[in-house]
C-alpha cells in the first residue's frame, strides 16, 4: 500500500516486517552520494587549486617592494614564509569564497531533492522528516568543514614549498613569533573559521527547506552575509555591530599576536554558535510540517 501525501515522512499505520527508522538514509549512502555531485569535486578542486595559483601570482609579480611599508599589511608579507602565506589565503577567502563553499553544501542539500522530485519518494521510503534533515545536515557540514580546513591547509604547503618554513611575522608590526610557537595557535584559528561559518551552515539550510531552487537557497545565504558585512561597516549602529554574525571574523588576527588575545574569539564564536542553533531549529521546526508534495 502506497503512502498518502498526509502520511509521508510521519508514521505509517504499521510499519514493514524488519522496518527500523534508524537504518533509513545511512550516512555513507549520503556521502557517497554528495560526493558524486560535480558542483563538490568543482569546488574541492577550486579551494585546493586556488593556493597554488595565488603562489603563481606572487612569483610573478613584483619582489621586495612591500616590506619596506612602514606599517605592513598581510598581504605585505604573505611571502614571508609558509605560515604567513596560510593567513594572507584564509584572510582573503574567509569572507567570500569559504562562504560561497559553505552555502553551497549546506543550501543545496535538501532544496536539490526537492527540484529533482526526489524528496517526496525519499519520505514516502518512508524516512523520518527529522531524520532526512539530521543526516543531510551532517553531511553537508561534513563537507563544509573539510572545505574550510584543506583551504589553509594546501596554502599552507603550497606556502612552504614556494617561500620556505620560516618564523612568522606579525602584520603591522613585522614582529617575528617562532613558528613552533605559532603553530598551535594556527590550529585554533582554523577552528575559529570553522565556527565562523556556523552562520552561513545553518542560514543556507534553512533556506534549503523553504525552496526548491538550490540556487536560490545558495544565493540567499550568500546575499544576506554580504548585507551583514555592509552594516556591520555602518559605525553609527553602534554596539549593534556586535551582533552582526561578520562583526567578529577577523578576530583570529589576535591569535597570531606576540600576546595573542582569544576575547574577541570567544564572543565571535558565541554569536555564531547562537545564531545557528536557532536557525537550524527553525529549519526542523519549519520542515516537520512542510507540504512535499505540491
Known amino acids: 500500500m502506497t503512502a498518502s501525501p498526509s502520511q509521508a515522512g510521519g508514521h505509517t499505520p ?3 516486517p524488519g522496518y527500523a527508522p534508524r537504518r533509513t538514509l545511512p550516512l555513507r549512502v549520503e556521502i557517497v552520494r554528495q560526493f558524486k555531485r560535480r558542483r563538490t569535486l568543482a569546488m574541492f578542486a577550486l579551494l585546493l587549486a586556488l593556493p597554488w595559483v595565488l603562489v603563481l601570482a606572487f612569483q610573478l609579480g613584483p619582489q621586495g617592494g612591500g616590506q619596506q611599508q612602514a606599517t605592513l599589511r598581510i598581504s605585505d608579507l604573505a611571502t614571508a614564509g609558509g605560515l604567513n602565506f596560510a593567513a594572507f589565503v584564509l584572510s582573503v577567502s574567509a569572507n567570500f569564497l569559504l562562504v560561497v563553499a559553505v552555502a553551497l553544501f549546506c543550501g543545496d542539500t ?4 526537492a527540484s529533482w522530485s526526489s524528496l517526496r ?3 514516502a521510503a518512508p524516512v523520518p522528516r527529522d531524520r ?18 584543506c583551504l589553509p591547509l594546501m596554502a599552507l604547503l603550497a ?7 620560516h618564523d612568522i611575522q606579525v602584520p603591522g608590526t613585522g614582529e617575528t613569533i617562532a613558528a613552533l ?9 582554523i577552528a575559529y573559521a570553522l565556527v565562523s561559518q556556523l552562520v552561513v551552515a545553518a542560514l543556507a539550510f534553512l533556506i534549503s527547506t523553504v525552496t526548491d531552487s538550490p540556487l536560490g537557497a ?3 545565504a550568500v546575499g544576506l552575509w554580504i548585507v551583514s558585512t555592509i552594516l556591520q561597516a555602518v559605525e553609527a549602529l553602534g554596539p549593534v555591530r556586535e551582533f552582526l554574525p561578520t562583526f567578529w571574523n577577523t578576530a583570529w588576527l589576535d591569535a597570531l599576536a ?6 574577541g574569539m570567544v564572543r565571535g564564536a558565541s554569536v555564531s554558535v547562537t545564531y545557528a542553533a536557532v536557525l537550524v531549529a527553525v529549519a526542523f521546526r519549519r520542515f516537520r510540517h512542510k507540504d512535499v508534495v505540491s
Open 159 to 165: 606556502g612552504t614549498l614556494a617561500f620556505g618554513w
Open 258 to 263: 606576540p600576546e595573542p588575545d582569544l576575547s
Open 14 to 16: 504499521s510499519h514493514a
Open 218 to 220: 545558495v544565493g540567499g
Open 110 to 113: 535538501v532544496s536539490s531533492e
Open 132 to 149: 532526512l534533515l539530521r543526516q543531510k545536515l551532517i553531511v553537508a557540514l561534513g563537507y563544509s568543514a573539510t572545505a574550510v580546513v
Open 181 to 189: 610557537d605559532v603553530l598551535p595557535r594556527f590550529g585554533i584559528v
Open 121 to 123: 519518494y525519499l519520505l
